[in-house]
């Protein structure tokens, strides 16, 4: 994805009785997220995790906040991968779904100070699971809806942890591909 592609980005409006996200305030943050991706402005995945938006303006219906979030998600992780100097790993092309290699490089930050993670071996044993389910899809191997109900442990003080939402994403996404290659 490239900052053009962010820029260009269009959302459907949310549906008859939701309000979703103020248009102009996402537009707005797509673009700082351009900016980011072309080295002029400096949004960390952590911004966009914690970007709130208000509501549309009287008698309008915002964004899907649905379609919303699941773009923030997807960059996030993207922005991860350009601060690793890893290749970018596209998840949401049909064309180019994740793979074997791209869970093994997988890699989830810290969570931020004072707040408590998923444990990171137990992270570490589903990533291995993925992997083997994506090198061969066979009857043994994960399904979106083991992805779904896929759940962590805090970390104990002391122990390896990584970032919550990070990985709840990563679920997201990896979840969705299952999804769309099953059907």
């Known amino acids: 994805m490239t900052p053009e592609d962010v820029r260009r980005r269009h959302f459907g409006t949310a549906p008859f009785g939701h309000h979703g996200y103020h248009p102009g305030q996402v537009d ?74 791209d869970v093994l490089r997988m890699r989830f930050s810290a969570p931020p100070f004072g707040l408590s993670g998923y444990a990171a071996e137990e992270v570490g044993a589903f990533l291995d699971r993925l992997a083997a389910t994506l090198a061969h899809d066979g009857p043994n191997g994960l399904t979106a809806e083991d992805v779904r109900h896929t759940r962590f442990h805090t970390a104990s003080p002391g122990t390896a942890a990584y970032h919550r939402e990070e990985v709840d994403a990563f679920l997201d996404l990896v979840s969705q591909q299952l999804a769309k290659a099953t059907s």
């Not at 900016?35 to 400096?42: C, V």
């Not at 100097?85 to 092309?93: D, F, K, Y």
Request: charged share 30%.
């Open 28 to 101: 707005a943050f797509c673009a700082r997220i351009a900016d980011t991706m072309s080295g002029h402005d400096h949004l960390s995945a952590a911004d966009i995790r914690l970007v709130e938006f208000d509501g549309p303006p009287f008698g309008h219906r915002g964004y899907d906040i649905d379609q919303v979030d699941e773009f923030l998600d997807q960059i996030c992780l993207e922005l991860e991968y350009l601060r690793r100097g890893h290749p970018l790993i596209t998840v949401r092309q049909q064309e180019d779904p994740l793979t074997h290699d």
